[in-house]
């Protein structure tokens, strides 16, 4: 009897497991933004604050994604997103006063954070627990970071500033155009991305004259002028706002809509007679672009379309500054055009 007893209860347990491996999740599949199903949260800064405004994202997935903002305190600068809510770290408690404009690394506990403090750089690191502020500052304000594909750190700013984190130290470059001081003209870099084993960076020339854009591209002691668009010549060669690598493509945004780059010069995939601020995708089948006044397009290849719907945008002069998307989840970052707080649409 014992025995019968064994062998059946070895027989349920058999079944159990069996029945264990065969239950598995749906697997996740790639969606349009029409399919999926989207939620806001509000993020709202210090107290004494007036403003919050999305600067940058950071995503290593999408329960692991850090957003910069702009304010005009030195709080609320960076958040945090676990996969259920968004926290404020606590950069301001563990560094003081700085101003963040970007971030970029190798995971959460392996962070960088630039941007300034007054006239001089600002460079952060955070291991997981804490940030620590990298000792030495640059007599220039960084506005962007940026990793190659052998996860060398790159960082740039104003007046043509550009840094490499080599060897554990932060070695400094430049590269320099003309700027006419009668003119009030002055110059920095914007962006920075790395496509086709180079480094490109976005520099915007501005003054009395008007404002002038470039394309540069290179390595650290060695960089090129690829291209270049002064506004007054009435033409738009680039976008000015972001570059983006996708999909080994590399792509501009800007003042007028979408530009292609083909090795040799950049060709405009979409016009609009307004902005777009930044865009993502996963191939170039599949691309998100946003903009100022509830602008949110998506292309599948062929054409860019509209979406109608607001995201529940509280405000219909909503400003679309940020977008991220792995095909599977979407996040949408933005601010109302009144009110001191921060807006981030998830779509999944």
Known sequence: MKNIIKILLLLFSVIIISCDKSTTEPEARIKTPDEMSWTVDT??????????MPRNFKAFSPKDIWLVCRSDVARGLLWHYDGKT???????????????????????????????????SFIGHYDGLKWRRYAEEFDDQLLDITKDDEG??????RNGLILKYINGKWEKNYF???VNLEYNEAFFFINMIYYN?????????YGLRGETHYHIAGDFNSWNLMDSNRIADGSRKIGNYRLRNIDNKLYSCGVGG????????????????????VMSGINRNYLLAVGPFN??????????????????????????DLVWTNGFETFIAGEPNVGRYALVWHGK
């Not at 060398?152 to 700013?157: F, I, P, R, T, Y």
């Not at 530009?259 to 307004?274: A, G, H, R, T, V």
């Open 152 to 157: 060398n750190l790159w960082a740039c700013g």
């Open 258 to 277: 979408v530009w292609l780059y083909k090795d040799s010069y950049w060709e405009q995939i979409f016009f609009i007679p307004q902005q777009i601020y």
């Open 43 to 52: 993020l709202r800064p210090d107290g004494t604050a007036i403003q919050l």
């Open 176 to 178: 320099k155009v003309n």
């Open 295 to 320: 602008k949110f397009y998506f292309s599948e290849g062929d054409s860019w379309n509209q979406k109608a719907y607001k995201l529940n945008s509280f405000d219909e002069q909503t400003y679309f």
């Open 86 to 120: 968004w926290q404020e770290s606590n950069i301001y408690g563990d560094l003081g006063g700085m101003r963040v404009d970007a971030l970029d690394g190798s995971s959460s506990s392996d962070l960088w954070a630039v941007g300034y403090s007054g006239t001089k």
């Open 197 to 205: 084993k180079k480094i490109h960076l976005l520099g915007n020339k």
